[in-house]
């Protein structure tokens, strides 16, 4: 007799091939493990490579290739490395253009200037992205906490509030709201979740304030009085990397893809001209390529893996039993934790399209949206589940890695990935997430 397991997965993939995924993740938190607690072990010294990362993602991906190899459908893979394709490059072009961007001097560490660095970086994540946002601005929040001792949870704080939870109100914030946008939901539309946003964001930078202020009082008075003699004003270097920054936003409304790629390739490469490697910028931002070729390793294997897994779910999503606004929001969220959080909007907007279609009048009808066939209430929903809840992991959104790349560089101690969730992101986000769905999206 078949399993449910079996016969879940028998129609496209057998049941082993969600196997490659889940072992890829268990990697990555074994060896980030390693690496961040054990870092002269023979684990920990693989880990330090890119090569090795790469070969390590490949390695749990082959099996996946050689499966559609069997069946002879390329399909699932083509559109998979398209996808890839289309996710590095931004983020290749917005890291590298966005590194030539440089804000020098040194303000005072204090948790109001903290926190007002994650509230500037939480608006200019709606502009520039995510991405754009993250490496604009971590770098100067580094540099400002670098005679700070107890700073951990710093970047860690950044990482929520810039790299995830700030871009939900304009389609180019965030991957999974720009393949909305492109399936038909109106640019603007976005702008309607500013009251989730608002609370969400709010309730993490209370409680970031908080931790900081207990961290501050902590510091040694060494520490503090040396952060007091280094400061100087702030002043932005590079500034014309901004228009080359407005010319990749403009690639990505503007152009399908290959041209948005080539475009976005020769503004970097622009970028490089006027600001090269050996430009004060670049060095004083200690611009180098290990972080976003860390994460092209590893997301190589991620988005060849989670093929099946992702197959699953848009085969058997309306079986799940998904019926109310939070439903969608927690669904999609702990998705989107583990799998890259645009494909798996996508599968969930898919989903709320067939709840809706199946009964149309679960939820009243939303102006504006008829052409999408879902109410709003749902794309609410996926919306903000799919944004918030990269968060929860380093792999959720793909300036998560970048920014922990960036903070250990400079020295920080960022936790491995097990300790990222375990310490941080569960008990700081899930509280917050559970009240937001309360009152938001029942």
């Known amino acids: 007799m078949t399993s449910p397991a079996a016969s879940l997965l028998s129609n496209n993939y057998p049941l082993w091939s969600v196997t490659p995924f889940l072992g890829l993740l268990l990697t990555l938190g074994v060896m980030s493990f390693a690496s961040a607690n ?7 010294k693989i880990w330090e490579s890119n090569r090795n990362k790469l070969l390590i993602a490949l390695g749990w991906a082959t099996p996946i290739v050689l499966l559609l190899a069997t069946k002879g459908n390329w399909h699932p893979l083509a559109h998979s490395l398209e996808d890839y394709f289309a996710f590095i490059v931004l983020l290749f072009s917005l890291f590298c253009i966005s590194g030539g961007v440089y804000v020098s001097g040194d303000i005072s560490a204090t948790p109001r200037v903290n926190t007002l660095f994650l509230v500037a970086g939480s608006l200019l994540a709606n502009i520039v992205g995510t991405t754009g946002a993250s490496v604009l601005l971590i770098r100067p929040l580094l540099r400002t906490n670098s005679e700070r001792k107890i700073t951990t949870h710093i970047p860690i704080f950044f990482i929520f509030a810039v790299s995830n939870i700030g871009g939900c109100l304009l389609p180019i914030g965030d991957p999974p709201l720009f393949l909305g946008y492109l399936q038909g939901v109106p640019f603007f539309w976005t702008l309607r979740l500013w009251p989730e946003w608002l609370a969400t964001l709010g309730l993490l930078l209370l409680v970031f304030y908080i931790w900081d202020r207990r961290a501050y009082a902590r510091e040694a008075a060494t520490d503090l009085a040396r952060d007091a003699g280094n400061q100087e004003p702030l002043r932005l270097h590079g500034r014309a990397n901004f228009v080359l920054l407005a010319g990749v936003l403009a690639a990505v409304v503007a152009l399908p893809l290959f041209w948005r790629e080539a475009a976005m390739l020769a503004l970097t490469g622009l970028s490089f001209w006027i600001t ?3 430009s004060v910028p670049r060095r004083e931002n200690n611009f180098t390529f290990g972080p976003i070729l860390e994460v092209a390793a590893l997301f190589i294997g991620i988005f060849i893996a989670m093929i099946p897994a992702l197959a699953v779910l848009r085969e058997h ?6 019926t109310r606004p939070w439903h969608f929001f927690w669904a999609s969220g702990s998705l989107s934790a583990v799998l890259d959080n645009a494909p798996t909007y996508l599968t969930f907007l898919s989903v709320a399209q067939g709840l809706s279609a199946g009964q149309p009048n679960l939820f009243p009808p939303s102006p504006g949206l008829e ?3 879902t109410p709003g209430v749902l ?12 968060a929860i992991t380093y792999i959720g959104n793909g300036p998560n ?3 922990k790349a960036i ?4 020295g920080y101690k960022t936790p491995d990935f097990l300790s990222y969730i375990l310490r941080y992101a569960l008990p700081v986000l899930v509280p917050i997430f559970i009240l937001v769905s309360v009152v938001f999206l029942r």
């Open 317 to 322: 999503g309306a079986a799940l039993g998904l």
């Open 276 to 278: 090269p490697l050996h």
């Open 371 to 373: 052409h999408i066939g």
């Open 38 to 44: 054990f870092p002269h072990s023979r684990a920990g």
């Open 407 to 410: 903070a250990d560089e400079w």
């Open 401 to 403: 890695f970048m920014v």
């Open 379 to 390: 794309l609410a929903a996926v919306s903000l589940g799919s944004v918030f809840m990269g």
